[in-house]
């Protein structure tokens, strides 16, 4: 199993930046990748980005340019690099791993990110 811990979000003016962190514990070297969701009032959770154990990444075009994932093995964590906020990016944001043989998914807590115009 996997334990996901969330932290970095926040409120932040249009325009400006906020780095997410997920710091994962458990079994961490079945994780097959890892990943950054985002849900809106209203709306279904969307995938943002995505890092896989061989460090290929992928991206919704929404955030293509601004925002990038990265990882530190060392510290069991990844990162989610958001710049040029929009107000639209406003959302609780869900660290995602996918774990094991059965590609079974762990969710962290989710931590709000607001961006004000």
């Known amino acids: 199993q996997v334990q996901l811990v969330e932290s970095g979000g926040g409120l932040v003016q249009a325009g400006g930046s906020l780095r997410l962190s997920c710091a994962a514990s458990?079994?961490?070297?079945?994780?097959?990748?890892m990943g950054w969701y985002r849900q809106a009032p209203g709306k279904q959770r969307e995938l943002v980005a995505a890092i896989t154990s061989g460090g290929s990444t992928n991206y919704a075009d929404s955030v293509k340019g601004r925002f990038t994932i990265s990882r530190d093995n060392a510290k069991n964590t990844v990162y989610l690099q958001m710049n040029s906020l929009k107000p639209e990016d406003t959302a609780v944001y869900y660290c995602?791993?996918?774990?094991?043989?059965?590609?079974?998914?762990?969710w962290g807590q989710g931590t709000q990110v607001t961006v004000s115009s």
């Open positions: 458990g079994s961490i070297f079945s994780i097959n990748a």
């Open positions: 995602n791993a996918i774990y094991g043989l059965a590609d079974l998914d762990y």
